[in-house]
């Protein structure tokens, strides 16, 4: 079934359908929250909420680009939320007091096996990983995160070499 007809029959109401677009977008939209969320109790709590929404939201839905990048949108303002209501984000902090760190050895990340990577970027702070998941992964402007969150650009920016800074820290002490 495409996704045009999954989206109509969900609609309607029909559990088959409900079921179809669980199975085919919950794995994918997992690991988008297990990225954002301390472990996978949190990703897993996320991901359900996530989920009520986008089957909320689903007449809302133009069919205008890719069903999944517009659940993908979904879910990660839904971690978003969570981590509002659970972390306050550090002070600016200059791009400058962390740029030394960012200086050599970018070729170590490239030998990470994926799960490594994965772990590391749980073991961020919060902040951290917040902006990181964001700006490199989930490629949203340093502008678009600011927003989101309520902070400014300098902010993000800074939240994001500081990221950098840790995984590269993490990754020279293997």
Request: aromatic fraction near 10%; include cysteine; proline fraction near 2%.
């Amino acid at each position: 079934m495409d996704d045009f007809t999954l989206v109509n029959e969900c609609i309607k109401g029909n559990p088959k359908a409900q079921k179809a677009l669980f199975d085919k977008f919950a794995p994918r939209m997992y690991s988008v929250c297990l990225r954002y969320m301390k472990n996978g109790q949190q990703a897993e709590d996320v991901l359900q909420d996530g989920l009520v929404k986008v089957f909320t939201k689903l007449p809302d839905y133009k069919n205008e680009g890719v069903l999944e990048g517009w659940i993908r949108r979904i879910m990660v303002n839904t971690c978003l939320d969570q981590i509002r209501k659970n972390v306050k984000f550090q002070g600016d902090i200059q791009a400058e007091e962390v740029e030394y760190k960012l200086e050599h050895k970018d070729f170590i990340a490239e030998r990470l096996m994926a799960e490594d990577l994965m772990k590391l970027v749980q073991s961020m702070p919060e902040g951290y990983k917040v902006v990181f998941n964001m700006f490199a992964i989930e490629g949203y402007s340093h502008q678009e995160i600011a927003a989101a969150l309520g902070v400014t650009e300098s902010t993000s920016k800074s939240q994001y070499l500081r990221a950098r800074a840790y995984l590269r820290d993490r990754l020279e002490k293997r």
